[in-house]
């Protein structure tokens, strides 16, 4: 049996008509820049995450620069954020010419360790970048209150969290990206809520956050021609907030689906003792964007998964701090043992809405079959 890592054909197949009809309202009417199907996206963004403003760019990687140049996260500033997360968390911020601080890990959850952060702190730190990665939310309570106590600018890498909720000590659940200043998301195709090429948000609830947001993708201007900063040009695409609107009709039951993949792995693998399951901590909703386990001798059973036709994905073999890119940092191995170790065991398996519960099991199965070997 073949299980592709990811597939958007099979949503498209099974709404065809729908998907058609959102591309071809946009391409009829040849409304294309900053269309009226984006306007309506970001007003339906806002309904379903009660962020007061919703702004949408080509990217997450151009929300994150965005939103970091505006937060004043750049010419030599500090910022704390974790090594082990995809390179735009980090480079948003050396994009604008300012210092990346890391903190290592938790080793549950691979969410920053906000019992570190406080000690990585100076008169130089502007702000936290907290990633809420794979499966859920960093812990927002403490980040926040570190960040009141110390005067810090909060963006969180929301990119992979659409549908996320944390609630922690709170009275209500909130939705990812609705805690910090800023917050942003990723439309990538394969993210929870993903579209068919780039596309990025960048959320907030403070009105003149989100003015400047909003001129700086049409390049800092305040009225056509008329600029005020030097800004980007970074829209979200009209097809995009098109095909992104049908997604999000259907995301509660996508995510749902998700949670349900994630049950049959947990099922079928917890007796394997081989592997680590994902943990979520905190009161918090979260949401399986991505699967992982921690698999002992890793790279030969993703060598069987492949042999064996089982899409994989390794977030990530690398975590940022020994990157090449990162080198002026630094850093050095050693410095982060609980994101290098992590980055030497984790797998990611297959897992969206579409995915059947036969093959679900196969790739349980395959996973056990190696073990027995
Ligand atoms: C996907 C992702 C991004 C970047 O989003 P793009 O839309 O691909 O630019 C940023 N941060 C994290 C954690 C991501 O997973």
Known sequence: MKVPFYTSVRE??????????????????????????VLEFEEEIKDYTGAEYAIGVASGTDALTIAADILGFKDGKEVITSPFTFLASASCVLRNRGKVVFVDIDEDTFEINTDMIE????????????????????????????????????????????????KGNGNTYRHAGTIGDFGIFSFFPTKTLGGYGDGGMIITNDESLA?????????????KYHYDYI???????????????????????AIEKRNKVAN???ENLKDCSYIRLPKIKYEQKGVYYVFNILAEDRDNLANYLKEKEVGYSIYYPMPLHLQRSFEHLGYKKGDFPVSEKISQSIIALPIYPEITEDEVLYVCETIKNFYRK
């Open 12 to 37: 498209y197949n099974n709404r065809k008509s729908e998907f058609n009809d959102a591309i071809q309202s946009v391409v009829s009417k040849g409304d294309f820049i900053l269309g009226g199907k």
């Open 119 to 166: 000690e990585k702190i100076n008169n130089n730190t502007v702000g936290i970048l907290p990633i809420h990665l794979f499966d859920q939310m960093a812990n927002m309570d403490r980040i926040m209150e570190i960040a009141k106590k110390y005067n810090l600018r909060v963006l969180e890498d929301a990119a992979e969290a659409f549908g996320m909720r944390w």
């Open 211 to 223: 003015k400047l947001a909003k001129s700086y993708r049409v390049h800092g201007a305040s009225k």
């Open 231 to 253: 800004g980007y040009n970074s829209r979200l695409d009209t097809l995009q907030a098109a095909i992104l609107s049908v997604k999000l009709k259907y995301i509660d039951d």
């Open 264 to 266: 049959i792995y947990m």
